[in-house]
T-cell receptor
Framework: SQQGEEDPQALSIQEGENATMNCSYK?????LQWYRQNSGRGLVHLIL?????REKHSGRLRVTLDTSKKSSSLLITASRAADTASYFC???????????FGQGTTLQVKP | EAGVVQSPRYKIIEKKQPVAFWCNPI?????LYWYRQNLGQGPELLIR????????DSQLPKDRFSAERLKGVDSTLKIQPAELGDSAVYLC??????????????FGPGTRLTVL
């Protein structure tokens, strides 16, 4: 079973534009993580935000978390063609490393 | 530092045949995960190991799937017999594993299984 729902399922933008992806989940969490997956490759960890945090930055990435709405967003600023990939949110409810992934957002950045 | 290694990268088999996947985690990582990823979906956890102990196998279809992590390092996931619905990418991941380090999981490239 998958906890998260991601929105939109697919997103196509021009290089230099910002990309925003949203994730909603169902149960209480300890932390929420975002991963990137390039075509035919494994997943790469991007950023983790804990349940007591509201916003976190890493380079061109900005993640927000609203536990009252059980939702998170990932913003990629000044996108590049190399950002083309699928992006997944994953929740850890018990801080045991047991992640439940969403269905992902496929991002295409056109050069 | 070498990443998570998986083999084979691709496997095509006939239904009802057995198949095995192998994973070598990052050196020193105590926790090892096997996930299944269907096309267009996120990964779903099959089994999680802490060292050689399977601490969560609640989502492993035990009638046909088995896994082992002898000596707490490498791991093998087996399907016997395979069914058409088992076609998917099987991902292995590892993490350091202490309670303060259940943060980032490192994924291998996966094994793409096609059952005909």
């Amino acid at each position: 079973s998958q906890q998260g729902e991601e929105d939109p399922q697919a997103l196509s933008i021009q290089e230099g534009e910002n990309a925003t992806m949203n994730c909603s989940y169902k149960t209480s969490i300890n932390n929420l993580q975002w991963y990137r997956q390039n075509s035919g490759r494994g997943l790469v960890h991007l950023i983790l935000i804990r349940s007591n945090e509201r916003e976190k930055h890493s380079g061109r990435l900005r993640v927000t978390l609203d536990t009252s709405k059980k939702s998170s967003s990932l913003l990629i600023t000044a996108s590049r063609a190399a950002d083309t990939a699928s992006y997944f949110c994953a929740t850890d409810a018990s801080n045991t490393g047991k992640l439940i992934f969403g269905q992902g957002t496929t991002l295409q950045v056109k050069p | 530092e070498a990443g998570v290694v998986q083999s084979p990268r691709y496997k095509i088999i006939e239904k009802k045949q057995p198949v095995a996947f192998w994973c070598n985690p990052i050196s020193g990582h105590n926790t090892l995960y096997w996930y299944r990823q269907n096309l267009g979906q996120g990964p779903e956890l099959l089994i999680r190991y802490e060292n050689e102990e399977a601490v969560d196998d609640s989502q492993l279809p035990k009638d046909r799937f088995s896994a082992e992590r002898l000596k707490g390092v490498d791991s093998t996931l087996k399907i016997q017999p395979a069914e058409l619905g088992d076609s998917a990418v099987y991902l292995c991941a590892s993490s350091p594993g202490s309670s303060s380090s259940y943060n980032e999981q490192f994924f291998g490239p996966g094994t793409r299984l096609t059952v005909l």
